[in-house]
């Protein structure tokens, strides 16, 4: 465990012991699974992504589903939140309809994900990051951005040796088991972890990020989703070895700012930091139904209750946004997502509810859907929202009397106050909630 380690060194996962680079197993333990890598000693960025977290923790307090595929999700109308690695053999995949999980692999063990277990797991991991370092960048529940830069005085280790000993901690203390991605860059570091799951340790240096990019597809650059890769193919670029060869200014011109990104991203650089806080980008609610629904006096209650949902949230948080999302799946799985952007940020169960009302209005065209959702984005604190409209003086009566029912809902209870749509939906046949 030194710094003066000399380059391109093996180092043993299972034990932590540096050996020659030319050996097969390590000399101590004899595990086969080493590392070594030219930059190994000299790179600090690393991804953390814990393996298939949500089954992991399911099969670890339940030896009984150790061998047998595991899918975490929901009913017969649901989807597929993970699943395990023996469940992917058969193709089941994230965000799978369940249904279509099952056909895949009928003989699967279904279990309704359990949230306040996994954040209390994801929790425990956190505080172990932390320890390494005060530069960790979350990204969910279950992975993270570390930067181990100048860590070594206190680790006596470099940051390979000590990423090496946090996974063997939590998979000896916690069980469960993660891969790490180490890299100088955030980009390369999330490929990296990908590379050998599940429990994989990746490099991806400086030196030979180029070429390890140029095979890959557009697809696996961080940002470039379904629609947007096959813009690039239909424009010829289908790897991202094609996209080096384009000029910069090129992609700027054909796509924008976002074409800026793809030429920095393509040649392996990346200049973002870690960064320690990540505050919530939106907050949203949705349901999925056990019927389809396509009747728009139906689908309007159910949002105002959603809306009302997200409303609470932001108070709580003490935040508010200028953009409201609609999110409507249909009856073959399309999302359809319908954005509206507020001259003012709101926190306010009546304006989210009207913005997005007027969203639904325009797709209820006879469509069944399954699943409906509101979202509040582009989020700021609360000190600036709702300010009093002199034009629209029923505006600020509905907004006192919106704040005065909170009150009274704080004092007895949410269902002491039913308004008129909220209480259709309370009443009727709950929907499922996702």
């Known amino acids: 465990m030194t710094q003066s380690a000399p380059e391109n060194r093996a180092l043993c996962r299972d034990c932590g012991m540096r050996l020659g680079a030319t050996l097969a197993r390590c000399a101590s333990c004899g595990s086969p699974r080493l590392v070594r890598h030219p930059e190994l000693d000299r ?9 298939a977290f949500y089954a992991a923790i399911e099969k670890r307090d339940n030896p009984e589903l150790q061998d047998v595929p595991l899918i975490i999700g929901g009913g017969q109308r649901g989807v597929v939140s993970t699943c395990c690695y023996i469940a992917r053999i058969y193709g089941v995949r994230s965000a799978m309809p369940m249904f279509k999980a099952l056909e895949a692999c009928p003989d699967a ?16 991991i956190r505080e172990r990051m932390l320890a390494l370092t005060p530069l960790v960048e979350p990204i969910s529940i279950d992975e993270a951005f570390l930067d181990l830069t100048g860590t070594q ?45 599940p429990r994989g ?14 095979a890959m597809p557009v697809g696996r650059i961080w940002g470039v989703g379904k629609v947007f890769q096959q813009k690039l ?44 806080e990540r505050g919530a980008k939106s907050v949203s609610s949705e349901t999925t139904f056990r019927t389809d629904i396509s009747s728009f006096q139906t689908l309007r209650p159910i949002l105002r209750d959603l809306s009302e949902k997200v409303s609470a949230r932001l108070k709580k948080s003490g935040l508010s ?38 969203l639904l209005e325009n797709e209820t065209n006879g ?14 604190t609360a000190d600036r929202a709702d300010p009093r409209d002199l034009l629209d003086q029923s505006a600020e009566r509905r907004k006192n009397a919106e704040l005065a029912v909170d009150r009274l809902r704080d004092k007895f209870g949410k269902s002491a106050i039913e308004l008129g ?14």
């Not at 063990?109 to 929790?123: D, L, R, T």
């Open 43 to 51: 790179l600090a960025i690393a991804h953390i992504d814990c393996d």
């Open 109 to 124: 063990v279904v279990i309704k994900p359990n949230m306040e277990k996994y954040a209390k797991v994801g929790k425990e």
């Open 153 to 197: 005085r206190l680790h006596h280790a470099t940051p390979a040796e000590t990423l090496a000993g946090f996974i063997r901690a939590i998979e000896r203390d916690i069980g469960i088991t993660a891969s790490v991605g180490l890299a100088p860059n955030k980009f390369l570091a999330k490929l990296a972890s990908d590379l050998e799951k």
């Open 201 to 214: 340790f990746s490099v991806i240096g400086a030196a030979e990020a180029k070429a390890v990019l140029a």
């Open 321 to 358: 946004g200028r953009g409201i999302t609609l999110k409507l799946k249909t009856s073959d799985f399309k999302t359809i997502t319908r954005a509206r952007h507020l001259s003012d940020p709101t926190q306010l169960a009546d304006k989210i509810y009207s913005a997005g009302v007027d």
């Open 233 to 276: 193919e239909r424009d010829g670029i289908s790897t991202i070895g094609q996209l080096q060869t384009v000029d910069a200014a090129d992609l700027a011109r054909r796509y924008g700012s976002i074409g800026l990104r793809l030429a920095q991203l393509a040649q392996g650089e990346d200049a973002r930091l870690v960064t320690p």
């Open 421 to 434: 749509l909220t209480h259709v939906t309370r009443t009727a046949e709950k929907p499922k909630k996702t």
């Open 367 to 380: 469509r069944k859907f399954r699943l409906i959702g509101i979202g509040v984005s582009d989020l700021e």
